[in-house]
Nanobody, 124 residues
Framework: QVQLVESGGGSVQAGGSLRLSCAASGRTSSTYVMGWFRQAPGKEREFVAGLTWTSDDTAYGPSVKGRFTISRDNAKNILYLQMNSLKPEDTAVYYC?????????????????WGQGTQVTVSS
């Protein structure tokens, strides 16, 4: 089992920045891919960014590419999401997810472990 705990959410004005963190614990050696998803009220869970733990390959959803950056701290088993130039449409609950098989996928169904989520609110 892998446990994921997100932090760093909050409220910010449009154009501002936030950095989310996801601390992983448990059987982290079995984690191949980690990612961030988000879900706004009444909408489906959406892929934001993903990272392959062993090769540092990354992928981004089209709505955040160029504004968000995913990164990791191997020693601390922490995944980050730096969010810049935030827009009101970025408002959502952001979830950290981990996958115990190879392959960086955009669909949440491919991920095995999830955090509880952290709220990000961007005001105009």
């Amino acid at each position: 089992q892998v446990q994921l705990v997100e932090s760093g959410g909050g409220s910010v004005q449009a154009g501002g920045s936030l950095r989310l963190s996801c601390a992983a614990s448990g059987r982290t050696s079995s984690t191949y891919v980690m990612g961030w998803f988000r879900q706004a009220p009444g909408k489906e869970r959406e892929f934001v960014a993903g990272l392959t733990w062993t090769s540092d390959d990354t992928a981004y959803g089209p709505s955040v590419k160029g504004r968000f950056t995913i990164s990791r701290d191997n020693a601390k088993n922490i995944l980050y999401l730096q969010m810049n130039s935030l827009k009101p449409e970025d408002t959502a609950v952001y979830y950290c997810a981990a996958r115990s098989s190879i392959g960086l996928y955009y669909t949440p169904l491919r991920y095995d472990y999830w955090g509880q989520g952290t709220q990000v609110t961007v005001s105009s």
